[in-house]
């Protein structure tokens, strides 16, 4: 039996502490689309694979702490708080994540922040 949505979101959400961007694009079907909401969205795994890489770099490692999980469907929303690994300091960053899953991959990914302050904790 395949893995409902909420189940893949919690597989995804947790893969984010291994540091390996590979695995990460595994979750995603070939024409997914991922919209940090502040920024615009990117499409196809390719796509999302480099805007993952860019936010990523210099990052040692990453947590996504997921408070709160919901589902309607294959719609799945998240509560966390992205948890970034930086040479000398940690930013947390409280999120709500929307995943569409599809056919047990994710099709798409929104993610609602505040970008003023990620930006006000790496300047600080």
């Known amino acids: 039996m395949s893995d409902s949505p909420t189940e893949i979101v919690t597989k995804f959400c947790a893969a984010w502490s291994d540091n390996d961007v590979d695995a990460l694009m595994g979750f995603f079907a070939d024409d997914a689309v991922y919209h940090n909401i502040p920024i615009d969205p990117v499409n196809g795994v390719d796509a999302i694979k480099a805007a993952i890489a860019g936010f990523t770099q210099g990052v040692e490692k990453i ?48 993610d609602y922040f505040d970008m003023q302050q990620f930006m006000d904790q790496m300047s600080s």
């Open 63 to 110: 947590e996504f702490r997921v408070k709160q999980i919901a589902a309607d469907g294959n719609v799945v929303m998240t509560e966390r708080v992205d948890v970034f690994h930086l040479p000398g300091k940690t930013i947390e960053l409280p999120v709500m994540g929307t995943f569409e899953v599809k056919n047990g991959k994710i099709a798409a990914w929104r």
